[in-house]
């Protein structure tokens, strides 16, 4: 495909088919450690791809990964998609659980569109709160001008104005903080032995089944909250390996 066909347009509808959002772009600079894409040349643009919500569910639910029984299916279906997208437009594709050492995920985002830190080490975003994930990152050749056709505003990218409030700084209560059953969050830190050893009693059955409670109480975003089966999904994930 040519470079100039690499728009936000082409990469939208493709990811549709799978319930995948754009979820903004980034020019590399010097410093950025980034693998050369198979003509060799180095990407002129890398477009973040995720997920908002449930919206992805139905899709991957129906693949074939979600049944298979083999382990870490949510990751192989994310690679299956994010290698056939990549092959097809002369790019590479990048993912947040491929090392160590792993791909800094978290940075490229703030360089995609208005994320932050948030109180639950996640970062929150000022419409989907913490209902969003990233799956995968495209490296793509040309440039963020041509990736968006020119266009000044695309739909989020490191030209994008970030958001200038500090969203958990100025909730009031900050309920997050005060919903979690054993206080596994500070504020600044997550203590990992407090919530695994929870999951694995009889008290962290609300959780388990329903999502991090601290997590569903951020009134940001929260019409985009995950469904119970969804949020159910990545907690016996987290708590099969802690």
């Excluded at 994310?78 to 056939?84: K, W």
């Excluded at 080490?121 to 969003?132: D, E, K, T, V």
Aim: hydrophobic share 40%; with cysteine; aromatic share 10%.
């Amino acid at each position: 495909m040519a470079i100039q066909a690499i728009t936000q347009q082409v990469l939208e509808t493709a990811l549709a088919a799978h319930g995948l959002r754009l979820r903004g772009c980034w020019q590399p600079q010097d410093g950025d450690t980034l693998p050369a894409l198979p003509d060799g040349s180095q990407p002129g643009v890398v477009w973040m791809v995720g997920v908002v919500g449930s919206a992805f569910w139905p899709y991957f639910k129906a693949s074939a990964f979600y049944s298979d029984g083999l382990p870490d299916p949510l990751d192989r279906w994310s690679r299956a998609i994010g290698e056939d997208l990549a092959a097809r437009l002369g790019g590479v594709a990048l993912f947040p659980f491929d090392g160590p050492p792993y791909h800094p995920f978290q940075r490229w985002a703030d360089r995609a569109e208005a994320t932050q830190a948030s109180r639950m080490m996640l970062r929150i975003h000022p419409a989907h709160g913490l209902w969003h994930a990233y799956r995968f990152a495209l490296a793509l050749p040309g440039s963020v001008a041509s990736a968006n056709n020119g266009s000044i505003t695309p739909v989020q990218s490191a030209s994008a104005a970030p958001c200038v409030t500090n969203l958990c700084a100025s909730c009031s209560g900050q309920p997050c903080l005060q919903a979690c059953p054993v206080q596994a969050y500070t504020g600044e830190a997550f203590v990992l032995q407090a919530c695994a050893g929870h999951l694995h009693s009889g008290q962290g059955e609300a959780c388990m089944q329903g999502g991090c409670l601290a997590r569903r109480a951020c009134p940001v975003g929260a019409g985009q909250r995950y469904t119970p089966e969804h949020a159910a999904f990545h907690m016996q994930a987290f708590a099969s390996r802690h």
